[in-house]
């Protein structure tokens, strides 16, 4: 994007082990000063004392802490959930994307506005409220009871909040891309015969791939770490409908220091890796948008 | 770094620091920490008591509750809440506490009755009409009911649930300890939903419509009754059951900074006097002293009660063995599944 | 025209509008929009809906009285002083923050930016965990802090704490890709002319930024006064003391109390609305002026 014009002389790394580049612009250093302190104190300091508290684990208590079978269920509980609630919204994010790019229709922009509604709305009160939806006495739960299906208090509580949370992430990676798609593409592809299928499949997706998967990406990352819409809704069940930040806590609780830190730093690790792959994945759209 | 960034550090330090400064109370303030259940006694409790202490001393006095699970509560005060008093679910929440250092060893010889001014027992919730036909323990462990109860692992009052099963299958004819573990074994495989503390148990319950029975505390059971109306709900007495003694303490090295011993003492002590034992009744506990429980013995059930300690050696051991990591209650359940 | 021209006059069928060629039969149009539609109905109009409907299942007097309660207003208070601490700390932040990296060129600047996304993608379990870490009783500057008769967590503090810790990168997210596109040749013109420090950011750059900054801190706003993990862990549930909004409405929830419960929710649920109301007005009237919009 912008970035490279905004340094105009296109000044390089090899500048005789300069840490800057010389600027007329005051402020520098106590702006960085302040950034590189308050950063400190405020993220990595704390973070790194979680770090340093697994380490005196060592590494057998650390394995030993992780690999109990309660852990690992949350894990799976955790990364499952938010897996398939990345995959759904993955789907109808495409699809309202699609919407509200492509058609016209009454309240477009309404709507359009309202996607961002779960960034805005604080998780306990998007918690309560679907635990009262998808309870077996709630509006939409009292719908599937007879069909035998249970959503709340299961694990497919868990992927509804999830969904919930991730709902605006595809929809805002995608639909910027998908709005600045040439035509010129899609019509060649109709000229030549193509249908319109195979021009979406062939022409269309290819293009917005690395947006669909940034999309997935952070709603996955945020489904991870998700706690306030879950604990509601998930039964909070061992082994079963327990997720990993839940189980921290309920560590913590039984005074398991040790075990919280342990899969505390786990899940730090998990975060800083998704972090870079969707550091990874937007070099990667920018790459190919600006081609 | 530059000079001027660490004067902004400086400034943001201090700012942090002067927010940290305990809030200046013009009144005394005493803050309970206490477990679950117990939100409706102590809402009463703390009225009643700032009144009687107006009288007596003329001070105002305002006290403020937290609550929470017994062994979440427990881990607050560890870690620094400044609790001038904790009722909690159980003597081994409190013990956690002294352990840490935060009050005298002996607190239990502080109060009368080992510092549990009430005691409460567990009984069964159903729903209206019993459908499941459920009498007794043994029908727990049938297949197909669905129990509720709390995680032991966080809360005081599911610890005494597994207990009082355990204790009914050690006491049945023949019952041993390999007998009992299949039993509560058993028991746990019917429970589809673990929350952290009593009250989020029967939520689920009670409002939520999940399960069959809830093992609850017995006035946690008619307090449930009593808000969702007894069209909904009903108590069902078991054949027997345990005592239970959730007990109080004053947390030393608080009142002792803080200067609230005197006030945080009073308070305790008040849950003995009658009105305080009659605010228990009220609450469906069940009083210490004699003259209040006759006055309130037709709401609560006769059965028999064993104790903690004559059917397991007290709650230190019974931590250490039952709920531990690693214990009898992780090798039931976690791998049941 | 000349493509046009040359079918004659044999009344050919007009080559269709490139917007036709790009669209799908007015059949799966239909269908796409109603699953759209029906997706967004499920899971953003239905939750509003029942905070509402439940907020006033007992009457509008009952629900006046969960909101004016000592413990309601006590909650209220406190989210309003976290989120003023907060807010205006990460505001600081942002602005230093985009200043030097969207007008200096460093080394590690890169970095600098990951570590800034990081609270992101941190669980707020984990962010109110490490204050615990820190300052707890048994953490490493608890006795030190005890000591020096310093509460942080279970207290006010420690609240502020996990709140700037959760909306940590709000403004700067806002303002760094702003900043960087727009340049900075005229900070450079005005620095060139003398204009001094306080000068060239109250007349040349707070202009420009002015409504990406508030749109900044809107979202910053709205996450810090509904955050609930986080704050959860640090806060110790005191009734009328440490209890912010959201740790309201769970209490209340687990007192059998859901009109109340939902009372305060559909508070917070009003905040929201407020949020997306401002944002979306930002949007449509400023979009060039914020990088949110614009970011692809």
């Not at chain 1, 477009?108 to 306990?124: E, G, H, I, Q, S």
């Not at chain 1, 509601?232 to 839940?246: K, R």
């Not at chain 2, 709900?233 to 054949?239: G, Q, T």
Request: proline share 6%; with cysteine.
């Amino acid at each position: 994007m912008a970035d490279a014009a905004a340094s105009p002389t296109g000044w390089g790394r090899t500048g005789g082990g300069g840490f800057r580049k010389p600027s007329v612009l005051p402020g520098f250093g106590i702006t960085l000063g302040f950034t590189l302190a308050y950063l400190s104190l405020i993220v990595l300091i704390p973070l790194a004392a979680l770090i340093l508290g697994a380490a005196g684990l060592g590494w057998d208590g650390f394995w030993a802490a992780v690999l109990k079978p309660r852990v690992l269920a949350s894990l799976q509980v955790s990364f499952g959930a938010a897996l398939a609630a990345a995959l759904i919204n993955a789907v109808f994010g495409l699809a309202v994307a699609w919407v509200l790019v492509r058609y016209d229709f009454p309240g477009r922009r309404v709507v359009n506005a309202a996607v961002d509604l779960p960034f805005a709305l604080p998780t306990a009160v998007a918690g309560i409220a679907l635990t009262e939806l998808y309870a077996p006495n709630g509006w939409i739960g009292g719908l599937l009871e007879p069909l035998g299906i249970q959503v709340a208090f299961t694990p497919l509580g868990i992927v509804v909040a999830l969904t919930f949370v991730g709902l605006p992430f595809v929809v805002r990676t995608v639909e910027p891309v998908l709005q600045e798609l040439e035509a010129e593409q899609e019509e060649a592809a109709a000229m030549l015969g193509a249908g319109r299928l195979a021009t979406v499949f062939r022409v269309v997706l290819p293009a917005i791939l690395p947006a669909l998967l940034t999309g997935f990406a952070l709603a996955f990352a945020r489904g991870v770490g998700e706690y306030g819409s879950v604990i509601f809704i998930a039964g909070n069940l061992p082994m079963v409908s327990e997720i990993m930040p839940l189980l921290i806590v309920i560590q913590l609780e039984q005074y398991d220091y040790a075990g919280a830190t342990a899969v505390a730093t786990l899940m730090l690790a998990v975060s800083f890796a998704l972090l870079l792959l969707i550091n990874l994945l937007q070099h990667w759209m920018r790459a190919r948008h600006d081609a | 770094m530059h000079p001027r960034t660490r004067s902004l550090s400086a400034f943001l330090l201090g700012t942090a620091l002067a927010f940290g400064a305990p809030a200046a109370l013009a009144d005394t303030s005493l803050l309970n920490v206490s477990y679950d259940p117990t939100r409706e006694l102590y809402a009463d409790v703390n009225k009643a008591f700032a009144k009687a202490w107006k009288a007596e001393s003329g001070e105002t006095l305002t006290v403020q509750q937290s609550h929470g699970g017994s062994g979440k509560q427990a881990r607050s005060v560890i870690d620094g809440i400044e609790a001038d008093i904790v009722t909690l679910a159980l003597a081994y929440d409190i013990d956690a506490i002294a352990e840490a250092g935060r009050m005298n060893k002996d607190w239990q010889a502080e109060f009368p009755n080992n510092s549990a001014p009430y005691t409460s027992t567990i009984v069964f919730l159903v729903r209206k009409g019993n459908p499941k036909g459920i009498k007794d323990w043994e029908d727990l462990v049938k297949p197909g009911i669905k129990v509720v109860t709390p995680n032991p692992k966080t809360s005081g009052g599911a610890r005494w649930n597994f207990l009082a099963a355990y204790g009914y299958a050690l006491g049945k004819a023949g019952g041993d300890d390999a007998k009992a573990r299949d039993f509560v074994g058993r028991l746990f495989r019917n429970v589809p939903v673990l929350d952290t503390g009593a009250r989020g148990s029967t939520v689920t319950f009670a409002q939520r419509g999940i399960g069959d029975v809830l093992l609850a505390w017995e006035n946690e059971a008619f307090l449930a009754v009593n808000e969702m109306g007894p069209d909904k709900l009903e108590i069902v007495v078991p054949s027997v059951s345990i005592l239970a003694e959730p007990p109080v303490a004053v947390v030393d090295q608080v009142v002792d900074r803080r200067g609230t011993r005197k006030a945080a003492e009073a308070y305790l002590r008040y849950l003995y006097t009658p009105e305080g034992q009659e605010l228990a009744a009220q609450h469906y506990y069940r009083p210490r002293l004699a003259e209040v429980a006759a006055r309130h013995a037709n709401r609560l059930p006769q059965l028999p009660l064993f104790t903690i300690d004559e059917k397991f050696g007290g709650w230190s051991k019974a931590q250490a063995t039952f709920f531990a990591d690693g214990g009898v209650f992780d090798q039931i359940y976690t791998p049941g599944r | 025209m000349t493509l046009e021209a040359s079918f004659g006059a044999s009344a050919p069928p007009a080559p269709p509008p490139a917007y036709q060629v790009r669209s799908e039969s007015r059949l799966v149009r239909a269908a796409l929009i109603a699953v759209a539609l029906g997706f967004l109905g499920l899971f953003l109009v239905l939750p509003l809906a029942v905070v509402l409907t439940r907020a006033f299942a007992s009457g509008v007097s009952a629900y006046a009285a969960a909101l004016t309660e000592p413990d309601a207003l006590a909650a209220i208070r406190l989210t309003l002083t976290a989120a003023a601490i907060a807010v205006p700390l990460n505001l600081l932040f942002g602005l230093c923050a985009a200043w030097c990296i969207a007008r200096f060129e460093f080394r590690g600047k890169s970095v600098l930016i990951t570590l800034i996304d990081l609270p992101f993608s941190v669980s707020p379990v984990i962010a109110g965990m490490v204050y615990v870490l820190l300052f707890g009783l048994h953490g490493w500057l608890g006795p030190w802090l005890r000591s020096h008769d310093v509460q942080i967590i279970f207290a006010l503090p420690g609240i502020v704490l996990a709140t700037v810790f959760v909306t940590f990168p709000f403004v700067a997210r806002e303002l760094i890709p702003l900043m960087q596109e727009q340049g900075s040749d005229e900070e450079e013109a005005a620095v060139v002319l003398g204009a001094s420090g306080w000068q060239l950011f109250l007349r040349v750059t707070l202009p420009k930024i002015k409504w990406g900054l508030l749109y900044g801190v809107l979202l910053c706003n709205a996450r810090a006064m509904g955050e609930f993990g986080a704050v959860s862990v640090v806060s110790g549930h005191i009734r009328g003391q440490t209890n912010t909004m959201p740790l309201h409405v769970e209490i209340l929830y687990n007192e059998y109390n859901m009109a109340a419960a939902f009372a305060v929710a559909s508070l917070l649920a009003a905040l929201a609305l407020v949020t997306l109301v401002i944002k979306t007005l930002l949007e449509w009237r400023y979009a060039d002026e914020l990088a949110a919009t614009r970011r692809h």
